[in-house]
């Protein structure tokens, strides 16, 4: 009863009477809350029986479930209980003061005054005690009842102050400051919401004075704080406390007095994030008052801010910096023109990591759309253009985080334009820097990054914002052209696209734009459609653009094609939507770069067809002229640029313009250069699509220039202009440019003017070169393209007999010369196709002419690389590429050998495979097969009958080779027997059983020598069913010289097929018997006579078994007698 009475004066301070203590009637109503339980949990905790923190949350779980309230006594005893605990020195575990704690604050669900004055006399009580679990519970208190709590603020507060005193630093220090701030931070909440303070108008002064003085305290005791969760701690209840001062005028002024400590504890305080928030709770108090701050004390919370956002000893973490650049904002709207002006003057600073912060909260401040903002942007755009020419990565890329900004928040004024012209000139800028090639690992990524931004940030514009078009429209177009920002034509594309689905690219003609862009428009290069057209038309054909930006250029053509030409809307509406599909691999019919070029030139062409517009046509030669002028040979857009030009060409109608451009371009090229000369080539071909006759007087023209002087008298200086290097190459690429027009012409055109001018001019430009191999190739090459063009004109045209053996005979001699000259050569591959057309026209070449011409091809491809040249090439660097062209050469020469079967004479076959397929080389016998299978299968196919003479003799030369050591060589001998087996069938109008040889040709691969042999054996069973009797001869004759010549598997297996035949029919061949034993007794000098003589020993005995007395009467000597033979035979 006397705790009761004490604290009546307090309840009277407060202005409220506790309801537990007013009188009501004299009975009471009884509580539903057991008085024994909690009377015997009290009684627990008095006797110290058991563990006291269970008896706590027992007593708490108690206090919690019940309505009304223990009796009074009762209620005494367990404050005392409780307090003691609470607050004790020490002797109490921590986890019984918290215990203790919980079950003040469940009591004060019914007795809430009771506890507060409880825990307010703990604060202001002196001694030894505990203050840190009293504080801990006021906070949970605030946490449960804070309506209840605001009528003890100015009593806490004073409270509070008594523990400041004698708090130094620690955990109870820190949890006070968690008080203070959670308290105030509760008067802020309840003041913004507009209820009526409880307590009287006369008691706010008190409140203030009393947070004053705490203020004042906290500043005088814990200033020298050295612990940074203590200054972590006093830094927001500081910060907490001026933001409730900020509320009354009169406490302002401490607080502008006191503002630079609390900027100087920020700056200590290591966790910039905390320290930050702690910061931006003053700030945000005081952007709601009406005060102004002291612009000293302003600018060094700006300066203190910034300084921990540049600070590059510290990295921030993306929380970090986002909690500094909100407190700049808010500084931003407390006072604008401060804050803006000094984020432009660290512009200025020479530290890099200033500049990017500066340039970072200025980009925050022009997104957040501040009206300031908004009206100094153009000052702000000058000042960030100063720094342009700052070489630092990192500058660079917060400038273009800054333009991202400000285009995603503001287009609306025009001076925009020009940080979005800065976007092209840094994407220049590191495209320079990467080309050059001299930049590390580190260095060539963050250029890399730096493209990628400025790709991403003209890709993302947004072209509905206000202002957008008029910004970008027709501005964009200025960075079509320059051949430096091409990568940036991929966003471009899509800034274009987007403004022709709003219709925005119809509404502004030039003279309604505004000043800013004619001025820069007139700067640069002139502007036209042609250059517009030329240069997207470069993109989308360049091979090394990849297919994105390729789509692109095509998606500026499609939106732009009001302003190239009226006359192609239609076309490039249906035409460049087929285009795109190719180049996203919907069409599977453009499967390389050759093909797509065609496409798109073909695309050209239908183009300057529809727009029937000469003028418009001549502009654009012109300008595809000038841009091939101005590129590098290295270039990969230059190739397409001949080509292009070319097609332009052959649309223009004026001869004298195509004449000037195409002498123009052919005296520019440096044949020397590869692509050059098929440059020169190309753009001669396209331009003679429809202006034949003048593409190749020009070309005529040129020729005569590079030959004029060349045998006559001449200056010395001329004759060494002559003989360069690079007018060979022009000769060369001449040559070859002849045989590509004659592939362009018409059958009238080529008629007319093949032998006397394109012919003529090849041999003229043939005899004044050096005759070196590029030359040499150009001949080559340029008499199979007109023999191509002549023979594709119709079987009625005759080429000149003279004319044509004249070029034999330089493709003859090109053959002798280069016979064994090099390992492999191109030459004889080149001189074998090039026979191969000129073969087909007729009239026809003569049979001593044709056996020359098929014996110096076969020395060329068939004999040559020998077996040992050819070990070298399999072990060289460049064993495919040689190995490629030998097959090349060697498929050239099976079809030149079709050709010539229509006057094909007797012996062909013989003559041309008899020698190469008894060869010791392995590889020559494999050409050999090819060569041979080759043939055959044309005479299978053209129902030629010519091999059915030569049966015989073929199969004698083909049989050993299937046991040849090389696999490839058994499956080609077997592929020519199955051939002449089906020639013979058709030749003689009967079904021949072949047997499954397909099939038997599993067992040729086999390791096994002995199942090769038995396989070959089972072939030639095959074979010998369909074998003419009355040609045995002609087999043995064929069969023998692989007795006397070869050795191994190949005299085995041709062993094999004779016993096989002699067994099948010996007796049936009477008459071939005296020759037979004639052919064997002459292939007993074999150096294989080890190997041959059990196969010669079994066809004895055969012979004789059938024929007896001719066997013996024409094999064996006269001293031998019949009868001894014969004994011998049995």
């Avoid at 390729?550 to 087929?578: C, D, F, Y």
């Avoid at 050795?1047 to 099948?1064: D, E, N």
Wanted: proline share 3%.
């Amino acid at each position: 009863m006397e705790r009761l009475r004490a604290l009546r004066g307090l309840f009277a301070c407060v202005g409220c009477v506790p309801g537990g203590t007013r009188r009501r009637a004299r009975g009471r109503v009884a509580s539903p809350v057991p008085a024994c339980a909690v009377t015997l949990l009290l009684q627990r905790l008095q006797d110290s029986e058991g563990d006291r923190a269970q008896a706590y949350c027992e007593l708490e779980h108690v206090l919690q479930e019940g309505d009304s309230r223990p009796p009074c006594g009762v209620l005494n005893r367990l404050l005392a209980e409780v307090s003691q605990d609470l607050t004790a020195a020490q002797g109490v575990l921590d986890s019984v003061r918290m215990a203790a704690s919980n079950v003040l604050v469940a009591l004060a669900r019914t007795h809430f005054t009771l506890v507060m004055a409880e825990l307010q006399g703990h604060l202001k009580a002196v001694g030894e005690m505990s203050k840190e679990f009293v504080l801990v519970t006021l906070s949970k208190l605030f946490t449960s009842y804070a309506p209840q709590c605001i009528s003890f603020v100015w009593l806490t507060l004073a409270g509070l102050r008594s523990v400041v005193g004698w708090v130094r630093g620690g955990r109870t220090l820190r949890i006070a400051c968690a008080v203070v701030k959670q308290w105030l931070e509760g008067v802020k909440v309840h003041l913004c919401s507009g209820k009526q303070c409880p307590w009287p108008a006369m008691e706010s002064e008190r409140i203030y004075q009393n947070l004053s003085q705490l203020f004042c305290s906290v500043l005088r005791h814990w200033q020298d704080c050295k612990e940074e969760k203590d200054k972590q701690a006093v830094l927001g209840a500081v910060a907490t406390m001026m933001a409730v001062l900020l509320q009354e005028e009169r406490p302002r002024e401490h607080v502008w007095e006191q503002l630079l400590w609390l900027v100087h504890l920020y700056q200590e305080v290591q966790d910039t994030c905390r320290g930050t928030k702690s910061l931006n709770i003053f700030l945000e108090a005081l952007e709601g008052v009406q005060s102004v701050i002291p612009k000293d004390k302003f600018l060094a919370i700006t300066s203190a801010v910034f300084y921990q956002l540049s600070d590059d000893t510290k990295e921030h973490s993306e929380a970090d910096r986002a909690e500094l650049t909100h407190c700049i904002l808010l500084q931003a709207r407390i006072c604008p023109e401060e804050t803006v002006q000094f984020l432009q003057s660290q512009l200025g600073a020479d530290k890099e990591a200033g500049r990017v912060a500066a340039l970072g909260l200025l980009g925050a401040l022009a997104r957040s759309d501040e009206p300031v903002m908004a009206k100094k942007l153009p000052q702000v755009v000058e000042a960030v253009q100063c720094l342009c020419s700052d070489p630092r990565t990192q500058v660079r890329r917060a400038i273009l985080r800054f333009i991202k900004d400000v285009l995603s928040a503001n287009a609306r004024s025009c001076s925009a334009w020009d940080v979005v012209g800065h976007i092209f000139s840094e994407f220049s800028r590191t495209a320079g820097r990467r080309a050059a090639g001299d930049l590390s690992a580190q260095e060539a990524r963050e250029e890399g990054a730096l493209q990628e931004l400025c790709m991403d940030i003209l890709g993302s514009l947004d072209v509905s914002v206000r202002g957008m078009t008029k910004l970008l429209w027709p501005r964009l177009l200025l960075y079509v052209v320059p051949a430096q920002y091409t990568g940036m034509l991929i966003p471009v594309s899509r800034c274009v696209q987007a403004l022709a689905e709003r219709g925005d690219l119809m509404v502004r003609e030039v003279e309604d734009l505004d000043p800013h862009f004619l001025s820069s428009m007139f700067q640069g290069p002139l502007l036209t459609p042609q250059t517009l057209l030329a240069r997207l038309l470069v993109v989308a054909g360049s091979p090394f653009a990849g297919s994105e930006l390729q789509a692109a250029a095509l998606l500026l053509m499609q939106n732009l094609h009001s302003k190239i030409h009226r006359a192609v809307g239609a076309t490039w509406a249906s035409e460049i939507p087929l285009l795109l599909q190719c180049l996203e691999g919907k069409d599977e019919s453009f499967p390389d770069s050759a093909r797509w070029e065609q496409r798109l030139l073909k695309f050209l062409r239908a183009s300057l067809d529809t727009m029937e517009d000469e003028a418009w046509t001549k502009g654009l030669s012109c300008e595809l002229s000038r841009w091939l002028s101005s590129s590098a040979s290295s270039s990969g857009e230059k190739s397409f640029l001949y080509k292009a030009l070319g097609t332009v060409l052959g649309a223009c109608t004026e001869v004298l313009h195509i004449q000037e451009k195409l002498l123009q371009h052919l005296e520019e090229a440096n044949a020397e250069e590869p692509s050059e000369a098929q440059g020169m080539i190309s753009l001669l071909s396209h331009a003679a699509e429809s202006n034949f006759h003048t593409a190749l007087d020009t070309l005529t023209m040129f020729a005569s220039r590079l030959c004029k002087g060349q045998n006559g008298r001449s200056s010395r200086r001329k004759k060494m202009e002559l003989d360069s290097r690079r007018a060979q190459a022009t000769r060369s690429a001449l040559i070859l440019a002849h045989g590509s027009l004659a592939l362009r012409a018409s059958k009238e055109q080529l008629l007319a003017r093949l032998e006397g001018d394109i012919v003529g001019n090849i041999l003229l430009l043939y005899s004044c070169s050096c005759r070196d191999l590029q030359n040499t190739l150009a001949l080559v090459q340029s008499i199979t393209d007109f023999s191509s063009a002549f023979q594709a004109v119709g079987d009625s045209a005759c080429f000149n007999p003279s004319l044509k053996g004249k070029l034999l005979e330089i493709l003859t001699e090109l053959l002798k010369k280069y016979y064994l000259g090099t390992p492999v050569s191109p030459v004889p591959l080149k001189v074998v196709l090039a026979l191969e057309q000129l073969s087909k026209l007729k009239p026809s070449l003569g049979t001593k002419d044709m056996c020359d011409m098929l014996s110096l091809c076969c020395k060329n491809v068939v004999l040559h690389p020998s077996a040992k040249m050819m070990l070298k090439i399999r072990k060289s660097q460049q064993a495919a590429q040689y190995l490629q062209l030998l097959q090349m050469s060697l498929k050239a020469l099976g079809r030149l050998m079709v050709v010539l079967l229509e006057t094909e004479t007797s012996g062909f076959f013989q003559n041309i495979v008899h020698r190469s397929m008894t060869s010791d080389n392995m590889w020559e016998r494999k050409r050999a097969l090819q060569i041979c299978s080759q043939l055959l299968a044309s005479c299978e196919e053209l129902r030629r009958g010519d091999a059915c003479k030569h049966f015989s003799s073929l199969v004698g030369l083909l049989a050993p080779l299937t046991c040849d050591p090389m696999p490839t060589s058994r499956q080609l001998a077997v592929t020519c027997l199955s051939s002449l087996l089906r020639i013979q069938a058709k030749a003689t109008n009967r079904v021949i059983q072949t047997g499954d040889i397909g099939s038997l040709c599993v067992g040729l691969n086999d390791c096994s020598t002995v199942r090769q042999l038995q396989t070959s054996s089972k072939i030639a069973r095959i074979v010998y069913r369909n074998f003419p009797l009355e040609d045995t001869v002609d087999f043995m004759m064929a069969i023998k010289d692989t007795f006397r010549k070869a050795k191994g598997m190949r005299v085995r297996a041709a062993g094999r097929w004779m016993i096989t035949l002699l067994q099948m029919y010996g007796k049936d061949i009477c008459r071939d018997v005296p020759l037979t034993n004639y052919i064997l007794r002459s292939c007993t000098s074999s150096p294989q006579h080890s190997t041959f003589m059990p196969f010669l020993s079994q066809a004895v005995v055969i012979l004789t078994r059938c024929q007896a007395d001719i066997t013996t009467d024409s094999f064996f000597p006269a001293a031998l007698s019949p009868q001894t033979v014969r004994h011998g035979g049995e």
